[in-house]
């Protein structure tokens, strides 16, 4: 159960686009079409922007997209807002009734 | 409204116990998978137990497997951590958090969170 592995920081300036990677194993990113992305500002709760590698809950901007190819997994970020400044983390199924979370990623928005 | 509220975290020494509880609310409890996710002080998110609908399958991470039980009473809306052998490294805030499901199907992923319950190790 170790950590999927994430950049500790990514920028853009606003309108421009920033893409996280997340990168696992075939255990865990490559083994399930389960990644989820989670963002979450100072002293707030995670929120759910992507579920199942590229959907979209109900609410979240399209601006926000996912993909996965083989062990690795990423976010984008289209169109970069200053409100989207935070932290980001990657999560995936990895069997066996178990989770695991990515290293996390800090955007910034210049 | 969909919430759920964790209460339970405190200072305790190592060694000790301590129960965390989650009370949930605005959604029908028993149809959801929850778990329990923390998050050291600074540091990132740290998945630590689940449990289904009907406590049937359960999972931990192997840093608290052992450690740590989850459970849940449905008939109460609640889900319980029970932390025994706590060490310094459990320090952080625990949060409680729904599994998002579409028609009866798991999509592996953490829809509704709390704002958690901070749990604190120490001599």
């Known amino acids: 159960q170790s950590a999927l592995t994430q950049p500790p920081s990514a920028s853009g300036s606003p309108g421009q686009s920033v893409t996280i990677s997340c990168t696992g194993t075939s255990s865990d990113v490559g083994g399930y079409n389960y990644v989820s992305w989670y963002q979450q500002h100072p002293g707030k709760a995670p929120k759910l922007m992507i579920y199942e590698v590229s959907k979209r809950p109900s609410g979240v901007p399209d601006r926000f997209s996912g993909s996965k190819s083989g062990n690795t997994a990423s976010l984008t970020v289209s169109g970069l807002q200053a409100e989207d400044e935070a932290d980001y983390y990657c999560?995936?199924?990895?069997?066996?009734?178990?989770?695991?979370f990515g290293t996390g990623t800090k955007v910034t928005v210049l | 409204e969909v919430q759920l509220v964790e209460s339970g975290g405190g200072l305790v020494q190592p060694g000790r116990s301590l129960r965390l509880s989650c009370a949930a609310s605005?959604?029908?409890?028993?149809?959801?998978?929850m778990h329990w996710v923390r998050q050291a002080p600074g540091k990132g998110l740290e998945w630590v137990s689940g449990?289904?609908?009907?406590?049937?399958?359960?999972g931990y991470a192997d840093s608290v497997k052992g450690r740590f039980t989850i459970s849940r009473d449905n008939a109460k809306n609640s889900l319980y951590l029970q932390m025994n052998s706590l060490r310094a490294e459990d320090t952080a805030l625990y949060y409680c958090a729904k599994e998002l499901t579409f028609g009866g199907v798991i999509v592996e992923a953490f829809d509704i969170w709390g704002q958690g319950t901070m749990v604190t190790v120490s001599s």
């Open positions: 605005g959604f029908t409890f028993d149809d959801y998978a």
């Open positions: 999560s995936s199924y990895a069997g066996s009734n178990s989770y695991v």
């Open positions: 449990i289904s609908w009907n406590s049937g399958s359960i």
